[in-house]
């Protein structure tokens, strides 16, 4: 697997965490991932979508 197909696994993955609605301890647990991986990724796409957002002049406040 390339970087931008895992990148665009794990963004897929956050979408949809965020639309269930169970915490991420769950979440993993339901999906067998290890919650450190879960959140590192987590980390790493929330820092890039604030780099890309900043670069457009967005405020983050609209992320959060």
């Not at 991986?37 to 790493?44: A, H, I, L, P």
């Given at each position: 697997m390339?970087?931008?197909?895992?990148?665009?696994?794990?963004?897929?993955?956050?979408?949809?965490?965020?639309?269930?609605?169970?915490?991420?301890?769950?979440?993993?647990a339901?999906?067998?991932?290890?919650?450190?991986?879960?959140?590192?990724?987590?980390?790493?796409?929330r820092?890039?979508r604030?780099?890309?957002?900043?670069?457009?002049g967005?405020?983050?406040?609209?992320?959060?």
């Amino acid at each position: 697997m390339t970087r931008a197909e895992l990148h665009a696994s794990w963004k897929k993955r956050m979408s949809d965490f965020e639309a269930n609605g169970l915490s991420g301890s769950q979440w993993c647990a339901d999906q067998e991932i290890p919650l450190s991986q879960f959140r590192y990724w987590r980390r790493k796409l929330r820092s890039t979508r604030d780099a890309t957002s900043s670069s457009r002049g967005c405020p983050k406040s609209l992320f959060f």
